[in-house]
């Protein structure tokens, strides 16, 4: 759904958000998407690949078995938000050689997108990709996708000196590195909980989701009758819904 105020219109592949809930697009001229299952189609699961590759990392690191390294794998995601956050804080782990190994994956299943490429060229303003991913992994990504060249910059894990989404400091530092207004941004995120903070900043929030799963928050979507207030707008179609994009 593309929205201005209350003058909101449907749009391809919109869902419905309460009209006191939306924020508008009319005074955007900063766009910032995620990277995993936001730009790129969920059903390509590259997340599979790089799951599996945390655990193997995991299991080397620290010489346990591998149903070991992934029980704390997935006890760091849930105590530290990611499972890099853990083993920086619990085991004091540098965190290049592990995004190094886990983004190793192969993306043959990722499309290029010339009609997303498009859309993205037709925003006004800047574009930024924000990911808890390496840059490397984001620049691979965004390049098999076809849609690199259309971003400003890539703000990384790395940029926000590995403080992942969805803390507010994350957010915090991604604003205050590209300088801007966050009233003035929205934001593009797969998870819902990664657009509670960019709410607080003002920000314009878009959920985009799909009907495939890789995590339980895709089944708590489904079932939901109406949207948290910190989701403004929905869609499970990004290129429609850019391309259908109203700022009047």
Not at 157 to 176: L, N, S, Y
Request: charged share 25%; net charge negative; aromatic share 8%.
């Amino acid at each position: 759904m593309s929205a201005n105020g209350d003058k909101a219109k449907s749009v391809a592949g919109a869902s419905p958000v309460r009209a006191e809930t939306r924020r508008g697009f009319s005074a955007t001229d900063v766009w910032v998407f995620d990277l995993d299952n936001t730009l790129y189609p969920a059903e390509c699961n590259l997340f599979a690949q790089v799951d599996q590759r945390m655990g193997s990392f995991i299991a080397k690191e620290l010489g346990v078995p591998f149903a070991q390294a992934r029980h704390l794998q997935k006890a760091y995601y849930k105590q530290f938000g990611t499972t890099l956050s853990g083993l920086m804080k619990v085991h004091k782990m540098s965190p290049e050689p592990f995004l190094d190994y886990v983004h190793d994956i192969d993306l043959a299943c990722v499309p290029e997108l010339p009609e997303l490429k498009a859309a993205i060229n037709g925003l006004p303003g800047r574009k930024l990709i924000f990911t808890n991913g390496s840059r490397r992994h984001a620049e691979r990504v965004a390049g098999k996708l076809g849609v690199l060249d259309e971003f400003e910059d890539i703000c990384s894990i790395e940029t926000c000196q590995f403080v992942p989404k969805p803390e507010a400091e994350a957010f915090d530092r991604m604003v205050r590195h590209h300088g801007f207004r966050a009233d003035s941004a929205a934001m593009f995120e797969d998870m819902p909980h990664n657009l509670e903070a960019p709410h607080n900043l003002g920000m314009t929030t878009v959920l985009v989701h799909s009907e495939f799963y890789d995590h339980p928050i895709q089944k708590k979507i489904k079932l939901w009758k109406e949207p948290p207030e910190h989701v403004h707008h929905m869609t499970d179609d990004l290129t429609g819904f850019l391309a259908g994009v109203k700022r009047d």
